[in-house]
């Protein structure tokens, strides 16, 4: 996989994160993986399609989930009810789009897919032996995972 | 959801208007997600929904205007990102009516405000402002 593809998603989630939550991320460890394990409490995946094809999966903890929401809402959060899990889809969505921006900067036209999300459900996706990277991202309010798997048409 | 400095354009009019659905909309996440039966709520949330979908037409429309004013090179495509999201909402519309008013699409739209007036508030419309002050420096 090319440093493009994961330079892109990188920044998108530096820059949106930084303006909706104030918050800085800094790029973590980086790890190769089989498959695409939803090992955190909430999970979003987003399918990518065209030039590039696959999927990106982001892990969030409980916890940070509901901090998240709790900075642009204002107010407590105490579960991941509707209200939490759209707002952590529309955040994976809106990074998303920013990352096909960016790739299109490397001349990669994408779409993607309207997100997923999935609430503790601890499933695992694997890609018939294909390996995926797993990029740790740390912030203030915790740590989280994105684990891109891409490939060109 | 708190209004903050970061997101003044620098526009008073359109400042005023965004500090004004930021605490509306507030106030909407704090009634859908307090802990009042949701029978209890239904109607401020009806309320609330007729009031967000005349405002932010009438913002969008005001917005518009001031942009065409300025000869804002980026007009036609903050036009259609205004027109894809007031879409967007009357597609919930469309569900309330079919549905009825349940307790998760609310939610569900909630967020998508939340999300989306923070992100255009917060990027998109902050360019206007640059272009305002770029044009002030040339002049």
């Not at chain 1, 990669?108 to 694997?126: F, R």
């Not at chain 1, 018939?128 to 989280?144: C, P, S």
């Not at chain 2, 917005?63 to 597609?91: C, G, R, T, V």
Request: hydrophobic residues 40%; aromatic residues 10%.
């Amino acid at each position: 996989m090319k440093a493009e593809y994961i330079n892109s998603f990188y920044k998108a989630t530096q820059d949106v994160l930084k303006t909706m939550l104030d918050i800085e991320v800094e790029k973590g460890k980086l790890d190769v993986v089989e498959g695409m394990i939803n090992s955190k409490d909430a999970n979003v995946s987003l399918g990518v399609t065209g030039d590039l094809k696959g999927s990106i999966l982001f892990r969030f903890t409980k916890a940070m989930t509901l901090e998240m929401v709790k900075i642009m809402a204002g107010m407590e959060m105490d579960e991941i009810d509707v209200f939490v899990s759209s707002a952590l889809g529309e955040v994976a969505n809106i990074i998303g789009g920013n990352a096909l921006t960016n790739l299109t900067a490397y001349e990669y036209v994408c779409d993607i897919a309207p997100p997923q999300v999935i609430v503790g459900d601890y499933k695992s996706l694997s890609f018939a032996n294909e390996k995926a990277l797993l990029v740790t991202m740390n912030t203030d309010i915790g740590e989280f995972d994105i684990i891109i798997y891409l490939t060109e048409n | 959801m708190m209004w903050k400095e970061k997101y003044r354009v620098g526009v008073d009019l359109i400042d005023d208007q965004h500090i004004e659905l930021f605490s509306r909309l507030s106030k909407f996440i704090q009634v859908v997600q307090n802990e009042f039966n949701w029978d209890e709520k239904i109607e401020e949330v009806k309320e609330t929904m007729v009031f967000m979908q005349e405002y932010v037409v009438i913002h969008f429309n005001d917005e518009e205007e001031y942009m065409e004013k300025i000869e804002y090179p980026k007009l036609k495509q903050h036009k259609q990102i205004h027109k894809d999201f007031k879409d967007s909402i009357n597609d919930y519309v469309v569900i309330f009516q079919e549905e009825g008013y349940t307790e998760e699409k609310i939610q569900e739209l909630c967020a998508k405000l939340m999300t989306w007036l923070i992100m255009h508030v917060g990027k998109m419309d902050q360019q206007i402002g640059e272009y305002v002050k770029l044009k002030e420096g040339q002049a």
